[in-house]
């Protein structure tokens, strides 16, 4: 009875997957991105803090970029850092010969109050927010605004975030799992719009998205939810790639994981009341988004401890030896979109157990080599 009960849960739990997985290969599939002829002047925000060994090499890399230095400026925010980060970063600006304006915090702020700030002092329409531990490929601007000005009812595009491959296991978990999201936000973008955004790189136009909602959720899905909010549309590019380094720590990695599913998830739940819109995004893309952030991690793990309890009962040695088949076999085929799948549960379930907390301000956890000197 348990383990029929149990499998019941799982099947319930897996029906958003399932839905987008048919829709990813047999739906319909995203327009093509193309390289800007006509690049349109741009403000380039960072916020950061304490990222003294990694942001001489991130503003390096922007420099890097096969957009136009004459036609952006980089806002920095500093926000409160207790290290060197801001003095380096004014070092880097000036030799890079970027134009910029940096901010400095009075008080710790977070990320999306940080924006907000710098969104008031930019010179041009277009904002372009990043974070200060990451590293655009040379075309990922090119591709992300060349999106945006494709269609004048979009107001919000994202790129891409990769992992940086390595044989690490957490990596290679990651690399499946980011595939597969990749996936899922461009199917949705196809037919419409997605909210599932990467702060890592996100532009938008600031006459229609003046603010990002700072009270709850993370600044990248409230950003698309606002592009939403006022009729347009928020869509994911699959050619602007941008890398992150992977936690090497799996407790490195879970805090970072959860942290980042409590603010999907909040602001998720506070935008409830676009549900009633006549659109392809509120009346079946959103409400699948929501059982699979909300509903599938607790089915899941309901049909895990049925299906624990039903075998144990049967005979516990047996339930013992199952465990140590399931460990062994997550371990030696870490690459498989299951054992991702199931990963992923752990990381959204940590992310309910966190709602109602405060996770605008936070510590990095990116790991970050040593910037020589």
Known sequence: MLISLAALLLFFSLIPYVVYFFGIYLGRKPVQAVLLRIYPYISIVISAYNEEQVIGKRIANIKECH????????????DCSS??????????LEQSGIDYQIIANSERLGTTRSY?????????????TTDADVFFEPDALNYLIGRLMSDEKIAAVTGELRPFMNTDSTTMLEGIYRSFYGHMCDWESAHESTYNFNGALVAFRSDLIRRINDKRGADDANTAFEAIRKGYRAVYESKSI????????????YRQKTRRATGLIEATLSNLDLLGRKNWFCRFFYPMRIIMYVVTPALFFMSVILFSLGVFFYNPLFLVILILVLSGAGISWRKNLIFAFILNQFYLMGGLLNLGKDMRVWESTSDKKKESS
């Open 116 to 128: 907000n700030s710098a969104i008031k002092k930019a010179k041009y329409p277009i904002i372009v």
């Open 67 to 78: 957009y136009p230095t004459e036609r952006y400026e980089l806002i920095f925010v500093d």
């Open 242 to 253: 941008v890398y992150e380094v992977i936690p090497q720590s799996f407790k490195t990695q």
């Open 83 to 92: 290290d060197n980060t801001k003095n380096l970063a004014k070092i880097s």
